[in-house]
């Protein structure tokens, strides 16, 4: 069980941090598209849920085929695919803000203050973003976040999917 979540949640981080490669390597142009922050996490959201899916199918299919599985069984199977899922988006937002490209959160701060500019927000405000930004995007701060994320969006879409993805009730008798 245990092989199947990893493999299915290793899957999924790959798939997470080659969008999430792209979507850094064109920020300039996504960066003119207001909702893409929200649209990242909606394409986590549906990568997550689709593996998790996919995980929980094949350990029916190997593993509980006989005897059935049941909601604990499948809720476990998608909370650890999860946990793969954020270990290997957490650790690549980490090696990249760390080592890649150290100067990241610097860009950020940027192109923020620039537009910020722009839109003629008062100087104070433009430097409580700057400081609240410089906390946030560190390389230790976005691995945690990606982790605790992925657990959360995990534990939510495992409870849906476990529902329909179980085929015994979890205290039968056989």
């Not at 649209?39 to 059935?68: E, K």
């Not at 476990?76 to 650790?91: C, D, N, Q």
């Not at 945690?144 to 329909?164: A, E, K």
Request: charge should be positive; proline fraction near 2%.
């Amino acid at each position: 069980m245990l092989k199947i979540a990893g493999i299915w949640g290793g899957c999924a981080g790959v798939l997470y941090v080659a969008l999430s490669w792209i979507s850094l390597s064109q920020r300039q142009e996504l960066n003119q598209y207001p909702a893409w922050g929200l649209l990242s996490t909606a394409l986590l959201i549906i990568i997550l849920g689709t593996f998790i899916f996919i995980a929980m199918r094949q350990a029916r299919a190997q593993l509980y085929a006989q005897t059935g599985i049941n909601y604990a069984q499948t809720f476990y199977i998608g909370v650890i695919t999860s946990v793969v899922t954020g270990l290997i988006a957490g650790t690549f937002a980490f090696l990249y803000i760390q080592f890649i490209e150290p100067d990241f959160t610097a860009h950020l701060v940027e192109e923020t203050t620039k537009e910020m500019t722009k839109q003629k927000v008062a100087p104070k405000d433009i430097q409580q973003n700057i400081a609240e930004m410089k906390e946030i995007y560190t390389a230790k701060v976005q691995f945690m976040s990606l982790l605790v994320t992925t657990f959360f969006i995990g534990i939510i879409s495992s409870s849906i999917l476990s529902v329909f993805v179980r085929n015994r009730d979890t205290f039968s008798s056989n």
